[in-house]
């Protein structure tokens, strides 16, 4: 009598931001269904112990069965790279494997999604939709191809079905089930690290009110006119509240090449390593403002009510914006400066705006991704 071999699911995670969404959806598939198989591929775009190795640890994630250590690279050779690392190990896999799941809108999520759709495995988008018009971003790109190569797409803020529906995807396809980054952040938030612990276990003391400051976007921080611009403007607002700045290593690279490292010594902004995920979290739930490039930290103060500044003309996250604390404040550093002192001087509140937690941004979107991927999973077999 032959047994069927149990369903397999092959999870993908590459960079620091991808294991804060991949954590709980584990756990939830372990929860939900224990025959479950998974593989746990890590292509190691991001190789640094505060990058990858310690955020998995932090997240009480268990270590990857499968590391493909493809380091870093130009776009090209960076996706090509784990292309080329991906597709003997899925053909080893393929056999027994029933889908692909993929996170964000990093190189390796349309790498792996590309390998697996080219070789007939459906591939499941995690954080689907997103679109922040500007295809002058690497990660629009991603965004852009992945949905269209992937059967299932989980969404994260109700206006991205609207996005997948106007780019021709079946409505069927599209699952609308919350923001698992926050499912990560409220799991956690209990477990986070004091400011001031952070940090003295870096030589600093914390001051009694703090601005925190992150960059690492290729348009901001590869073009040293630009950098120099934006840290000119974050000197001045060091005048009036002093800066907590974790260096994302992209970031750095830039600042000893142009030499502007020195302004920190000059100014109220305090130079930090990239910080792990508790750490982290404490520090933007300490700060009296957030200022950034990135995707998840609009989030994460959007959950946290912690009043933001998105140093970008645009941003792919617009729930942030509509409901939550996030304002898009561009890169002009009139402007950026002029929205800091609003929010300073009124209270926290930028603008006026209070700020709401987004339509399932509930601790529970994992459950959900869970139940829809073993019931779709089930289905495909005709178990
Ligand atoms: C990547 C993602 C970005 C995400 C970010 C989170 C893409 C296109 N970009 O950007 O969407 O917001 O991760 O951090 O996938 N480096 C190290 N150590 C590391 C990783 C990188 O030193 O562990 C340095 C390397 O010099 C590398 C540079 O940082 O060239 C950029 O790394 P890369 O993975 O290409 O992109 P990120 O800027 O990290």
Known sequence: MSTRPPLHLLCVVAARPNLMKMAPILAALARQAPSLRITLLDTGQHYDPAMSGQVFTALGMRAPDISLDVGSGSHAQQTAEIMRRYEPVHLALQPRLDAVMVVGD?????????????????????????????RSMPEEINRLLTDQLSELLFTSEAGARANLLREGIAPERIHFVGNVMIDSLRQQLPRAAPPGATLLDYGHACPPAYGLLTLHRPSNVDDGGRLASLLQAMAELSGELPLLFPIHPRTLAMLRKTGLEQLFEQHAIVPLPPLGYL????????????????????????ALG?????????????????????????????????????????????????????EYWDGHAADRIAAITVQWLQQCRGT
Do not use: F, W, Y
């Open 306 to 358: 912690v009043p933001c500044l998105t140093l970008r003309d645009n941003t792919e996250r617009p729930v942030t914006v509509d409901e939550g604390t996030n304002t898009v404040a561009g890169t002009e550093p009139e402007t950026i400066m002029a929205l800091a002192r609003a929010i300073l001087q009124s209270d926290g509140q930028p603008g006026g705006k209070r700020g709401r937690i987004p």
């Open 279 to 302: 750490e982290m979290l404490g520090l933007m739930q300490g700060a009296r403002l957030v200022l950034t490039d990135s995707g998840g930290i609009q989030e994460e103060t959007t």
């Open 106 to 134: 990093v190189n390796s999520t349309l790498a792996c999604a590309l390998v697996a759709a080219k070789l007939g495995t459906p591939v499941l988008h995690v954080e689907a939709g997103l679109r922040s018009g500007d």
